[in-house]
T-cell receptor, first 114, second 112 residues
Framework: DGGITQSPKYLFRKEGQNVTLSCEQN?????MYWYRQDPGQGLRLIYY???????QKGDIAEGYSVSREKKESFPLTVTSAQKNPTAFYLC?????????????FGDGTRLSIL | QKEVEQNSGPLSVPEGAIASLNCTYS??????FFWYRQYSGKSPELIMSIYSNGDKEDGRFTAQLNKASQYVSLLIRDSQPSDSATYLCAVRPYTGGFKTIFGAGTRLFVKA
């Protein structure tokens, strides 16, 4: 059945290392999003993509990079420039049509520093 | 002023009572409003959407929207311990394009 799959569920990063979080959806959605959630905080938008081969920075893009080479895939790389990467990362997608379409989320990836 | 504001709580209600969760937003032209439930350590789950002024009911949940007051609320009737979670209010601003702005959430505890 359709959904959004994030992997891995848990990820550990060493100092100076880049890590990539996977997000795949089989909902045929055009729009995809990456959020970061810190304990007790709301969701902060990192990057979003409205269509293949196009993406825009969100509110906290520094230290992160994305690609959108396929409609179903929107991987997020946390680079070594992100000095405080420990957080819960959520990928979401949204169906086509009007602005009334809600976002739906994957199960998330929890990233920690070793 | 934050774009979407919620009382962080915790809001504690006894089992069987009505829980009332509130949210205000700053963009007067906002068109779409959503409530998500997030259990501890899990991802947000959509429970209600509302687009027009008034009430929208779905089972034990009622969403209320008042665009003139820039206020949206969620009522949970016959609250159950399984309703204990953080509830996120989300708003799609008129100027936001594909963005959705999330509040920080209200923690709800339902006491058995």
């Amino acid at each position: 059945d359709g959904g959004i799959t994030q992997s891995p569920k848990y990820l550990f990063r060493k100092e100076g290392q880049n890590v990539t979080l996977s997000c795949e959806q089989n909902l045929n959605h055009d729009a995809m999003y990456w959020y970061r959630q810190d304990p007790g905080q709301g969701l902060r938008l990192i990057y979003y993509s409205q269509i293949v081969n196009d993406f825009q920075k969100g509110d906290i893009a520094e230290g992160y990079s994305v690609s959108r080479e396929k409609k179903e895939s929107f991987p997020l790389t946390v680079t070594s420039a992100q000095k405080n990467p420990t957080a819960f990362y959520l990928c979401a997608s949204r169906g086509p049509g009007t602005a009334n379409q809600p976002q739906h989320f994957g199960d998330g990836t929890r990233l920690s520093i070793l | 002023q934050k774009e979407v504001e919620q009382n962080s709580g915790p809001l504690s209600v006894p089992e069987g009572a009505i829980a009332s969760l509130n949210c205000t937003y700053s963009d007067r032209g906002s068109q779409s409003f959503f409530w998500y439930r997030q259990y501890s350590g899990k991802s947000p789950e959509l429970i209600m959407s509302i687009y027009s002024n008034g009430d929208k009911e779905d089972g034990r949940f009622t969403a209320q929207l008042n665009k003139a007051s820039q206020y949206v609320s969620l009522l949970i009737r016959d609250s159950q311990p399984s309703d204990s979670a953080t509830y996120l209010c989300a708003v799609r601003p008129y100027t936001g394009g594909f963005k959705t702005i999330f509040g920080a959430g209200t923690r709800l505890f339902v006491k058995a």
